[in-house]
């Protein structure tokens, strides 16, 4: 089974914190996302990566950066966490997609901002 | 913007077929449709996905009108594990483009 882990099922960080979430598959895939879900809003799009090193901005990319050093890993960071940024965030990875297309997700990492 | 319309909610009785609607009357000859679910407090989960044809798996079926402007998701004897949110999205066939989910619609199934 295709297996996407998160570092955090939970977390809690202050306003102004430098906030590290982390993201791990084990199935080679090449690309990786990194999505946020809020209330009434559903799954936004912040940041995705199809290839180590690259990354390329999702709908709603203001506040996050992102890093991939490694094929496997996929960083979501917050520079200085505000209270907006209070949200589940999910993590996916899939391979290049060409006909039938999968994205896997993980647990997500619910992050409260106080 | 999401390219699909769903209703916001339904209900379906445990053990009766649930049929679950969705228009996308903008889809273009190479997307395709897909259908996600995410059950409460965990990430979505690929259901099924299909060009023009009807297509089948050990979870649902999937129904494609023939101008392929609309769809319906069956799932042909619903539990109440199928409980959840249920989103249709449509994607190019090749390429990076990621998932564009919209707001879903949210499935009860009633003992």
């Known amino acids: 089974d295709v297996k996407v882990t998160q570092s955090s099922r939970y977390l809690v960080k202050r306003t102004g914190e430098k906030v590290f979430l982390e993201c791990v598959q084990d199935?080679?895939?090449?690309?990786m996302f990194w999505y946020r879900q809020d209330p009434g809003l559903g799954l936004r799009l912040i940041y995705f990566?199809?290839?180590?090193?690259?990354?390329e901005k999702g709908d709603i990319p203001e506040g996050y950066s992102v890093s991939r050093e490694k094929k496997e890993r996929f960083s979501l960071i917050l520079e200085s966490a505000s209270t907006n940024q209070t949200s589940m965030y999910l993590c996916?990875?899939?391979?290049?997609?060409?006909?039938?297309?999968?994205?896997?997700f993980g647990p997500g990492t619910r992050l409260t901002v106080t | 913007d999401a390219k699909t319309t769903q209703p916001t909610s339904m209900d379906c009785a445990e053990g009766r077929a649930a049929n679950l609607p969705c228009n996308h009357s903008t889809i273009s000859g190479n997307e395709y449709v897909y259908w996600y679910r995410q059950i409460h407090s965990q990430g979505p989960q690929y259901i099924i996905h299909?060009?023009?044809n009807n297509e089948t798996n050990e979870m649902a079926s999937l129904i494609i009108t023939e101008d392929r402007k609309s769809s319906t998701l069956i799932l042909p004897h619903a539990t109440l594990r199928d409980t959840a949110v249920y989103y249709c999205?449509?994607?190019?066939?090749?390429?990076?483009?990621?998932?564009?989910f919209g707001k879903g619609t949210r499935l009860s199934v009633i003992a």
């Open positions: 996916a990875s899939s391979f290049i997609g060409t006909g039938s297309y999968e994205q896997y």
């Open positions: 299909g060009l023009k």
């Open positions: 990566s199809y290839d180590v090193k690259m990354k």
């Open positions: 199935m080679d895939h090449e690309n």
């Open positions: 999205i449509v994607r190019p066939r090749s390429g990076n483009t990621p998932l564009v």
